[in-house]
């Protein structure tokens, strides 16, 4: 996109980058390239790990399957040990939260133009292609956990036990109960915003960051972008770890009974 970047402004040209391709007006804004990418990386991701399932053999394995293997065994490790209820859904449910956004992540380190400039080409006037740089992605896949919270909390404790930890906690006394109720609630409530802003920022940054330098002479892009690009690797990596460890703290959390 290098002709268009030099017909437009610095200013519009980042704005262009950072807009999203939409249907709809105000809340029932729909953000068609973000719910594209994450879906089809989504199907991407179970269609791979089936066809490694279904290929699995007690020979000689593949490299794909040894990869698979290794990863399943990892989380499965780390589930184990950061886990301390007995739940057989957390497991695949860190495998599914790490590999998608994973993916949805890896997507911030193909160059800035390459995507968005071929859909310019067949008439699509905004395209970006990282997920996890749109917030309504990011908070979409935070409030799926805090249901999940909520949901495990209850199925536990019940509904009373759920409440009395809402109310009578951490001041175990009937006359406290409003300062416990404002404590908890807010505690509760900030676990999915922590979840969604944290992932949102950290990768918004990244690619706003990839979006400057191809502002910039190409004679100094390769020069800015590899090592940037390198460095983004851990990023995008460590990322992903996070949001899946802490979604299982935060089950661990719901299925302890006190």
């Not at 719910?35 to 269609?47: D, M, T």
């Not at 109310?167 to 404002?182: D, K, R």
């Not at 990322?239 to 719901?254: D, G, K, N």
Request: proline content about 5%; glycine content about 6%.
């Amino acid at each position: 996109m290098a002709a268009q970047g030099e017909a437009l402004t610095a200013s519009s040209y980042i704005q262009h980058h950072l807009t999203n391709l939409s249907v709809g007006e105000g809340f029932w804004t729909w953000h068609v390239d973000s719910l594209l990418f994450s879906v089809g990386l989504g199907v991407l991701f179970l269609w791979m790990f089936y066809r490694a399932g279904k290929k699995a053999t007690v020979g000689v394995p593949t490299k794909f399957q040894c990869f698979v293997e290794m990863m399943v065994e990892s989380i499965d490790n780390i589930v184990r040990e950061s886990f301390h209820g007995r739940n057989p859904v957390i497991a695949p449910l860190a495998l599914t939260i790490f590999v998608w956004v994973f993916l949805m992540n890896l997507m911030d380190l193909i160059p800035v133009d390459f995507i968005p400039h071929a859909a310019g080409l067949m008439g699509v006037p905004y395209l970006k292609i990282v997920p996890t740089t749109d917030l309504n992605i990011t908070f979409g896949l935070s409030i799926g956990v805090f249901l999940l919270i909520v949901y495990y909390s209850i199925k536990v404790k019940g509904v009373s036990g759920f409440v009395k930890e809402l109310t009578l906690q951490p001041f175990n006394h009937w006359a406290l109960i409003p300062v416990n109720l404002v404590l908890e609630t807010v505690t509760l409530i900030a676990k999915p915003i922590s979840l969604a802003l944290r992932l949102f920022g950290n990768l918004y940054a990244g690619e706003l960051i990839f979006i400057l330098i191809a502002l910039m002479p190409w004679w100094s892009q390769f020069a800015l972008s590899v090592p940037w690009a390198i460095f983004h690797i851990l990023i995008i990596v460590l990322q992903a770890f996070i949001f899946m460890m802490l979604t299982v703290v935060y089950l661990s959390m719901a299925h302890e009974d006190h």
